[in-house]
Each structure stands twice: as C-alpha cells, then as structure tokens.
C-alpha cells in the first residue's frame, strides 16, 4: 500500500548547535564537561570538536538537500552569539547569517531554534532560568536573534524540550546545573513559559515569523486493563504533554512535536516490553506518535514533528522506523484531520547525544569518529531520500 502526504509538505532533517558546532567553550555545558567530578557517572564524554558543523556546515547542508528536503531545522548557539552580559559577538552573528543563507540557497526553509539546552556560563552564574529577570534577559537574545536572521528563517522555535531541561537539570541532576529540587524544576518551568510569553507578544510587534515551541512528549497507557493504570496513566500524559503547553496557546502558532517513545503503566510504574527497542532501551510504539497527534489537534495550532528518529548504530531498524511512524502520521492526517504540515527527522548526522556522549548514533549518517570526521550515508538515507522526494511511504517491508 502506497501512502501519499499531501502537496507543500515538509519534509526535512533536525540539526542542533551544541550537539554538531563543536568547542562551544563559553556554554554552561562545556564547563559540565571540563569539571566532571571523579564521583560523577555524567558526562560519558565530552563534546569536543563534535561534528565539526561550524566549519563544515556547506558538507552537511549539501547532505540535507541530497535527502529532497524542502526543510531543515537548525539551531543557534546563546554562548557564541552573547558571550558576555549584553555584549553581541557580530563575527559569531556574521557566521551564523552564512549558514542561514547557505541553506537558502538550496531552496530549504528553515526552522530556527534560540535555545536548545545550553545557555552561556554568565547566565547559568546568575542563577539561569531561576532567576526571576530570565525572561527579560533571554527575550533581549531571542529578538537580537529574530533581528539579524529574519530575512533567512521561516520559523522561530523559543526552546527545546523545556520538561526535559527541567527535569534533567533540576530533578534528576544528570544535566547542569545538576541540582535535585522539584521546586526548582517547577520555577524553572514557569520562568520557561514566561520567556516564551514576553518574547512572543514583543517579537509579534514588529515581526510576523510563526513563533512556536517544542515539546517532548511521551505517550502513556495502561499495560493491563485496569482502571486505576488508566488513570495513572492519563494523569502522567497531562502532567507531560499539557501544563507547558495550555498557559501559552494563545501565544504560539504552530506547535513542535518531538517524539522517541511511549510508557506503559502497571501499578505506578513503568513496565513496557521488551520489544521492539533501541540501542537507548526505549520502546518503540508507532500508535503513541498517532495518538499523541489526536491529542493535539484540539488545540487547532498547525503541527511539525520537529524530532523523531532512533538510536540504531546497525542502521538494521531505522527504515522500518520512519516507515511505521510516518504511516502514523499519515493516518492521522487523513482519518482524524490531524493539521500535520510537516516531519523532520532526528537526525542528519550522529552527533553528541548529550551527558551519553557519542555512542547513542541516531544518523542517517555515520561520523566517522577520528580526526577526519568523514561522512559516510547509511541504507537509510536512501530509504528516507526516496520519501522525501515522492512525498509517498510504501507499506513494503524493510
């Protein structure tokens, strides 16, 4: 069977900045790296020169526009653009601005991201998004951002996944600035949502770039039938998909959707199967996108599936994984007018996969990890090109 998304779709590849740029030195993240205490299991390892994307951003464009994209998301780094209170880097600006129209020149629009986990050592030294005067500091960024790139981009994402920075910074501790603090993690939230706000209404006076955000979301459902884990489970999705979401819907028009994974419930906890996984132990459940999709259609805000890939280092369950997910989405679209406009897949290249290091590959693309870097396309990147240029999934087995 032969799925077809519909014309203008976007299809395309997400990109970040600290997890490609490399020696982002003056990010909170690189001094995490630097002093690992002999007692702490994270970071695995360190960033380094990661992919080497600020100064091989054409190689790896040229990879994207090979795949058909039409998109491609990319993302800014805070630390090179203010790396000290109020002080702009315009070589770091200049930068940036030929990426932008590198990409524009192959025809891709672009998804913008201004803040995707890390923030300038200054900031996280006044406290980060603890600190009450956050959404005045970041939105000064964030519009310097808009100002300087407009003319490339075609849409703003204000911050990555802010459940998960919360939650890994401020409850878990794995990330900085490694406090365990619920309290925090929920202060953390709301100076997120006030960011996000004062940026919104300020940047919409002048500027009329769709500004949305993204979120992680995790699909919950009981494991067994029973009525107290179909509770527990619809209360856990609330607490995921929604508290960072309703406060702000007014003030977002569109909304990104990253998704890797669904839990199952039993008995408060978490249970899922054992099978299928990735190399990352998550469960892979293509009706959890699907149903995730539903979810969000009342909100009647466009929807971009701004991440969705797999931790496969074989590369032997990448294909059957976009398959399956991207007949969830069509099936979402066409038989519950799910308003999906677009999917960006997770990611180009492998890259540095956070406080695990380099070892989770999620690439349609192999780096080659010494000093050459070299680029090598995996099977997948075939399957995926393909789609992209034919805006159709076949049903056929991988």
């Known amino acids: 069977m032969k799925y077809k998304f519909r014309k203008g779709f976007l299809w395309g590849v997400s990109i970040s900045g600290y997890q490609t740029e490399g020696n982002g030195v003056n990010a909170d993240w690189w001094y995490y790296e630097k002093n690992k205490k002999k007692t702490d299991k994270y970071p695995e390892e360190e960033s380094g ?10 190689e790896d464009i040229d990879l994207a526009k090979e795949l058909n994209s039409n998109s491609i998301r990319l993302g800014v780094e805070w630390a090179r653009i203010e790396p000290s209170p109020g002080q702009f880097d315009e070589e770091a600006i200049f930068h940036y601005k030929k990426i932008f129209q590198y990409a524009k020149s192959k025809n891709l629009k672009i998804f913008l991201t201004i803040h995707h986990f890390t923030v300038p050592l200054w900031f996280a030294e006044m406290g980060g998004f603890l600190n009450f005067s956050s959404p005045k500091i970041f939105s000064f960024y964030a519009l310097k951002c ?11 994402i204000t911050i990555n996944e802010p459940e998960v920075y919360s939650y890994m910074g401020y409850i878990r501790g794995s990330w900085p600035p490694q406090h365990h603090s619920n309290l925090e993690a929920v202060l953390v939230n709301i100076n997120f949502l006030r960011c996000h706000s004062r940026f919104y209404k300020l940047a919409k006076q002048k500027y009329s770039t769709p500004i949305g955000i993204v979120k992680n979301i995790t699909a919950f459902s009981a494991r067994e039938d029973s009525a107290l884990d179909r509770f527990t489970a619809s209360v856990f999705y609330f607490i995921n998909s ?5 406060p702000i819907l007014n003030k977002l028009d569109f909304i990104g959707l990253n998704y890797y994974f669904s839990n199952q419930i039993k008995n408060f906890n978490i249970q899922n199967p054992c099978d299928p996984e990735s190399d990352t132990g998550w469960w892979v459940d293509f009706d959890g996108l ?13 929807i971009y599936i701004t991440e969705n890939g797999l931790a496969d280092a074989s590369d032997e369950k990448r294909k059957w994984f976009i398959k399956n997910m991207l007949i969830s989405c069509h099936e979402a679209i066409e038989n519950y007018n799910v308003p999906l406009k677009g999917y960006l897949h997770w990611t180009l290249c492998d ?4 406080h695990h290091g380099y070892w989770p590959q999620f690439g349609l693309v192999k780096i080659q990890r010494d000093r050459t870097l070299k680029r090598i396309k995996r099977p997948s990147f075939d399957f995926y090109q393909l789609i992209c240029k034919t805006n159709i999934v076949e049903d056929t087995i991988c």
Do not use: G, S, T
Not at 351 to 354: F, I, L, M, P
């Open 290 to 302: 699907k149903n995730i999709l539903i979810q969000l259609r009342k909100y009647k805000k466009d």
């Open 351 to 354: 890259n540095y996969e956070w």
């Open 242 to 246: 929604q508290i960072l979401l309703i």
């Open 49 to 58: 020169i990661a992919n080497d994307f600020w100064n091989r951003y054409e």
């Open 146 to 156: 808009l100002e300087e790139f407009k003319d490339y981009i075609d849409f703003v």
